[in-house]
């Protein structure tokens, strides 16, 4: 592998493995190839970018542990923008204070 970013290392395996399972949620759920991998993330990186993210920002993704909160990471990525992992276990009133402080300019959620 020469990838030397997530992106480029996402790249590499893609040519190599990319019809092999990348992911798969706990319990055997839901499962993800690397190919499968690199098109959502790319669709959600060109997403947020269209929504104003980009190089230096952060977004707060308010997740649970799921394949979503990888794709995200990746995508923020690819934009040269960060992750702010928020524990989902707390409430809005516990949010607040940490949104408040660290200002990212989004906030993923779940559907």
Do not use: Q
Request: with cysteine; charged share 20%; net charge negative.
């Amino acid at each position: 592998m020469t990838g030397s970013t997530l992106t480029e290392l996402l790249d590499d395996l893609c040519a190599g493995h990319g019809e092999r399972v990348a992911l798969v949620e706990s319990g055997g759920g839901r499962s993800l190839t690397f190919e499968g991998l690199r098109g959502a993330a790319g669709a959600l990186a060109a997403e947020l970018a269209r929504r104003g993210v980009g190089r230096g920002d952060m977004v707060a993704l308010w997740l649970p542990n799921v394949l979503e909160y990888l794709v995200c990471e990746l995508a923020l990525a690819a934009l040269g923008a960060a992750g702010l992992g928020v524990n989902t276990r707390y409430h809005e009133h516990d949010v607040a204070p940490l949104l408040e402080r660290a200002a990212p300019v989004g906030v993923v959620v779940p559907r």
